[in-house]
């Protein structure tokens, strides 16, 4: 099995490659414009889109949130798409009613330099994050960590991934999303078919973790529905690829990739649900779908991961490219210097698989508390129009969502326990509730005080 595998990764990689034109302008490298000056049209930006938030870390997730959880979990982690639609709107009002250029923009000429400063650290931190959780899946589907197999498998893709990604920056990425997501969506369709064919999908599923909102399914669900607001605005690929076609086609593409995702991570995800209604006592979820599916599927299953993973982490390293050059313009903009922070990110990326945690959800939801940071910001801000909130509103609003993403690091890996025994996700909701009720106090505040001040002035004049 690992051998067909690594002949599909081959393939896939191969003709990635030869999709993978050496780009020599700035703005095909950095905002994926063809040779002809042209945005990209609807379905490849909606597949790209897909693509690129359908990554292995999320199809993996909402398995192993399904075998847990029931269909409650993996409902959860499919709420997370809903950032889509947020995202649509986010997108619209900055850039086609507000006119601002990228987020960077907006948040300096609200917040000054400490506006993008802050949120830079925080797309910064999700693009290693993003590098490291899809590198560390495909270790997994090849071996024990540490193993040789485990080893070669990271290293292998890291470097191809980098090799076209360096050819072609974002152009390359668009392009080699369109055929990567055809070919996932072909695989899924078959997996799907096998599923269907051994009669494996049937009401009790819907009953294998029947509803409790105090259970870890609905209370994820929850979290996920508190942090699907400000999550797309600090995801920076998602918002990249707002930035690249017209009103109308940015718009549909938000549209249609919303419920395409979601289809695609609620159909993944019930596998693991399947798993979890099956398993004997003991059984993990690889173990329990190998022996209810056969080898073939699992092969699929495998290979869903494998391309998912490849065609995030080339949009990943595209952003990180722009982040640093065109955005946050650390070097100057040019390709040379664009590839060199490709191949920064991935280092640190292949590093922290060897060295970090290997929760994946922790990443998640450690990224979704930190963003929330955002959700006043969005609320007030863009979508309120209110200019006059002071600073202080921000960074308080940044650094107490940094430091609920700190404690729900600790709480759920054990470091510490603060917040009493209850579950780490009860916990998480806990944390969400306060950083979103506490941002958005911290900015009304900002604004009566603002407002108060202006009407003392008044008075005085």
């Known amino acids: 099995m690992e051998i067909l595998l690594a002949a599909l990764i081959a393939a896939v990689a191969l003709i990635s490659l030869l999709l993978s034109n050496r780009v020599s302008e700035p703005g095909a490298f950095f905002r994926g414009e063809e040779e002809d000056g042209s945005a990209p049209g609807l379905i490849t930006l909606t597949f790209s889109q897909v693509t690129t938030w359908i990554f292995a870390r999320s199809l993996l997730n909402a398995a192993i949130l399904g075998f847990y959880y029931g269909i409650w979990g993996t409902l959860a982690y499919a709420a997370y798409y809903l950032s889509f639609f947020s995202g649509g709107l986010i997108i619209d009002k900055l850039r086609f009613e507000q006119g601002y250029g990228s987020v960077q923009d907006f948040l300096r000429d609200r917040f000054g330099h400490w506006g993008t400063r802050c949120y830079n650290f925080v797309i910064g931190v999700r693009l290693v994050s993003e590098v490291f959780a899809n590198l560390l899946v495909i270790g997994i589907l090849f071996g024990v960590a540490g193993s040789t197999a485990y080893t070669f498998a990271v290293i292998a893709l890291a470097l191809v991934t980098l090799i076209y990604s360096m050819l072609g920056g974002l152009q390359a990425s668009l392009r080699t999303d369109l055929f990567q997501m055809l070919v996932f969506l072909a695989v899924m369709a078959m997996l799907m078919l096998s599923v269907l064919f051994e009669g494996l999908i049937g009401p009790e599923l819907l009953v294998f973790k029947p509803f409790d909102i105090s259970q870890p399914g609905p209370v994820l669900l929850m979290v996920a529905l508190l942090q699907v607001w400000s999550y797309p605005m600090h995801d920076p690929v998602m918002m990249d690829r707002g930035f690249l076609a017209d009103r109308a086609?940015?718009?549909?593409?938000?549209?249609?990739?919303?419920?395409?995702?979601?289809?695609?991570?609620?159909?993944?995800?019930?596998?693991?649900?399947?798993?979890?209604?099956?398993?004997?006592?003991g059984e993990s979820m690889n173990d329990a779908l190998s022996r209810l599916l056969g080898e073939i599927p699992m092969f699929l299953f495998s290979a869903s991961l494998v391309i998912s993973a490849m065609s995030t982490l080339d949009s990943t390293l595209s952003s990180s490219a722009k982040l640093m050059v065109v955005d946050m313009k650390l070097l100057p903009a040019s390709l040379r210097n664009g590839r060199m922070v490709m191949a920064l990110f991935m280092l640190a990326g292949v590093l922290l698989v060897f060295v970090g945690s290997k929760d994946l959800f922790s990443a998640v939801a450690v990224s979704g508390t930190a963003s929330m940071y955002l959700a006043p910001v969005i609320f007030f801000s863009l979508w309120g129009g209110k200019r006059e909130i002071?600073?202080?509103?921000?960074?308080?609003?940044?650094?107490?969502?940094?430091?609920?993403?700190?404690?729900?690091?600790?709480?759920?890996?054990?470091?510490?326990?603060?917040?009493?025994?209850?579950?780490?996700?009860?916990?998480?909701?806990?944390?969400?509730?306060?950083?979103?009720?506490?941002?958005?106090?911290?900015?009304?505040?900002?604004?009566?005080?603002?407002?108060?001040?202006?009407?003392?002035?008044?008075?005085?004049?």
């Open 249 to 281: 086609t940015t718009r549909r593409s938000f549209i249609h990739a919303g419920w395409i995702s979601s289809l695609c991570i609620l159909a993944f995800g019930c596998l693991g649900v399947i798993a979890g209604a099956h398993a004997l006592s």
């Open 390 to 461: 002071p600073l202080w509103s921000y960074l308080g609003s940044f650094v107490l969502a940094l430091g609920g993403a700190a404690l729900y690091f600790t709480e759920s890996s054990g470091h510490s326990a603060l917040l009493g025994e209850a579950h780490k996700y009860t916990k998480l909701l806990w944390i969400c509730i306060t950083v979103m009720a506490g941002g958005c106090l911290l900015f009304m505040a900002g604004l009566l005080n603002q407002r108060s001040n202006t009407g003392t002035q008044s008075e005085a004049v």
